[in-house]
């Protein structure tokens, strides 16, 4: 509740913000005029691991594919630790955003074990110390393709922070992954 408050106040004051905050909408025009104003940056990811920024582009990209292929379903499985409070996960919201934008027999999606045309299933699992699985499963009558990113360890959080805090020094505006990637 707090997150708005909090980055627009660094950026009235000349400070830069890197935000993997989940669970709010930014106002993009306030935050980029703030941020012309007072000559900051400001990057946004829902998750820093840079494997699972690839992962969100394969995801894109089989989406599109698939969209020639009416027989295919799709559903999401996301797990994390028990701690973790949101369901679905901030990332597991962006690869279904991104399913339905690239994907003409989807346009909604509901916590689910399964998909029902035209909401994607998302199953959400909080056991243990998971760090965090996401897993896309593509499926029709005669076949099946999942793909899946596992973070073993919450150091590629961290490091993918520092590297977007980088490429962001003395830059205006802005940034995303996808910027950071030039995907």
Not at 12 to 19: E, F, L, P, Q
Request: neutral net charge.
């Amino acid at each position: 509740q707090s997150a708005e408050k909090n980055i627009l106040a660094c950026l009235k004051n000349g400070i830069s913000v890197v935000s993997g905050t989940t669970g709010w909408k930014f106002n993009e025009e306030k935050i980029e005029k703030i941020c012309k104003q007072n000559n900051v940056g400001f990057f946004y990811s829902s998750n820093y691991s840079l494997g699972m920024n690839v992962f969100v582009q394969i995801n894109k990209k089989l989406a599109e594919l698939l969209n020639h292929f009416e027989n295919y379903s799709v559903r999401i499985e996301e797990s994390h630790h028990i701690q973790k409070l949101d369901k679905p996960s901030g990332t597991a919201i962006t690869l279904v955003k991104d399913i339905i934008e690239n994907h003409d027999k989807f346009s909604e999606w509901e916590l689910s074990d399964r998909t029902k045309i035209p909401k994607i299933g998302i199953k959400s699992i909080r056991e243990g110390e998971i760090v965090g699985e996401h897993k896309i499963i593509w499926e029709s009558e005669i076949d099946k393709i999942i793909i899946e990113h596992e973070a073993k360890t919450r150091d590629g959080f961290a490091l993918g922070a520092v590297i977007a805090s980088e490429f962001l020094n003395k830059k205006t505006g802005i940034y995303k992954m996808s910027d950071l990637f030039n995907f």
